[in-house]
């Protein structure tokens, strides 16, 4: 089963351009799916997976046997795994330099985790960024005749209001919300990856969400680390778990996770690089009023989120209802590789995301349920000190529009 992929399109818009092109990404979030996808259709194109120890071997061991055996005829090669490669930016650069063939490559984020791969290729590739399911893509899946009838016009409407093309927001009525909220209550709490998305139940959910946590991710993460066990390694995952969108402290998490600061740094920068964690930084002008240093940390899927700390209770009946939320929110705009920031000042005043989009200033809210369009307090004193393009507030159920202050409430699905 092939679920189209965002990305699919604009791989295919660089299919004829010179550079090599680079899918990496978390373990089971599709790229090996997507790559075969891309290839199906291509004239003399040629796959190679280098979970294949013979063909590995051989383009590490003699890369101009390996051109006249896997490469030689063919307009486009395409490797998987390609972490698993020695010194493989150096033979790509070979093959690149001396021949015309196109190469596609995919790989965790171990290719990304070092220069020893990348540095040979400046200027030679185009790198790409492949997460689980968008909640876009999730619902194309789970309902195509909803996500293409309805979802998508008023998502073009709501991009359009952010793209300045129109001054105000369609409104949606509260049945389209209603139906698309069934879809959302699935996805914000057992994420989107593939193999998840399609599994039946919540059972099957469940289990498979537990084998990617412990036998891909937590595996390949000690693998890098070269840890000898998992411990610490679980119990910091849990303790950002626990602190979704909260400021990160550095000294509690290492007594949480008995890791000194360097090792603990070491080890949430391993997280960020595995595409597991997204660390979001402040966005500040003033650092004598305004928080400028400490970062806050979101998990790029739901799921992950939520197995790491093994609670898979329906939405509303979930104390941390407000962090899932948020986490959601976190994630889509990570995954439509928004630049995005928080606003606290040392007052307390806050404002969930701000987002810089070609210039513009969006101010975000989150919450989980609303009744009425009040503006909070924290995003009027942000409308006063920077005067913002766009204010959201965004919340599970409700859709408005405050010509007054200029702000839209929107259903949280739709960001």
């Known amino acids: 089963m092939y679920i189209k992929r965002e990305l699919e399109d604009k791989i295919k818009s660089y299919l004829n351009k010179p550079e090599i092109l ?32 013979d063909t590995l071997n051989l383009f590490n061991d003699d890369i101009k046997t390996f051109y006249n055996l896997h490469v030689k005829g063919a307009e486009y090669l395409f490797i998987d795994e390609f972490q698993y490669a020695k010194e493989g930016g150096q033979k790509l650069k070979y093959l690149y330099d001396t021949h015309k063939t196109k190469i596609i490559i995919s790989g965790s984020s171990v290719l990304d985790l070092t ?3 990348l540095k040979y290729l400046v200027g030679r590739i185009f790198t790409f960024q492949l997460y689980p399911f968008s909640f876009k893509e999730f619902l194309s899946f789970r309902n195509p005749a909803l996500y293409e009838n309805l979802y998508l016009e008023v998502k073009e409407k709501i991009d359009n209001y952010f793209a300045d ?23 914000v709490i057992y994420g989107g990856y593939p193999r998840v998305a399609i599994a039946d139940g919540k059972e099957e959910k469940i289990t498979v969400l537990k084998n990617i946590y412990n036998i891909y991710l937590l595996r390949e993460i000690r693998d890098i680390l070269q840890l000898s066990t998992e411990l610490e390694l679980q119990k910091l995952i849990k303790a950002l778990a626990l602190q979704t969108g909260s400021l990160v402290v550095y000294n509690e998490l290492s007594q949480i996770t008995s890791l000194n600061y360097k090792k603990l740094l070491e080890h949430i920068n391993i997280l960020e690089k595995t595409f597991l964690i997204k660390k979001v930084m402040p966005f500040y002008r003033n650092k004598r009023v305004e928080i400028a240093k400490s ?4 998990f790029c899927d739901n799921g992950f989120r939520n197995v790491a700390i093994d609670n898979f209770q329906e939405l509303v009946q979930r104390t941390d209802r407000g962090k899932l939320n948020e986490n959601f929110v976190a994630s889509q705009l990570l995954k439509e590789e928004d ?21 513009q200033i969006t101010a975000v809210e989150v919450k989980s349920t609303l009744h009425s369009n009040k503006t909070g307090r924290a995003l009027l004193s942000f409308k006063e000190k920077y005067s913002p393009n766009k204010m959201v507030v965004l919340s599970e159920n409700y859709f408005a529009f405050d010509k007054k202050r200029n702000v839209l409430f929107m259903p949280l699905f739709f960001i």
């Open 295 to 298: 970062p806050k940390v979101y």
């Open 339 to 359: 630049n995005i920031n928080y606003w606290r000042t040392k007052s307390n005043a806050e404002i969930d995301f701000i987002l810089e989009r070609r210039g």
């Open 115 to 117: 220069n020893q791969a």
């Open 165 to 187: 093309k129109r001054k105000t927001p369609p409104l949606v009525s509260d049945a389209v919300i209603q139906e698309i909220s069934k879809y959302y209550y699935e996805y």
């Open 22 to 53: 680079a899918v990496i990404g978390p373990r089971q979030s599709g790229k090996t799916t997507l790559l075969k996808q891309i290839a199906k259709p291509l004239k003399k194109a040629k796959y190679i997976d280098f979970e294949d120890r």
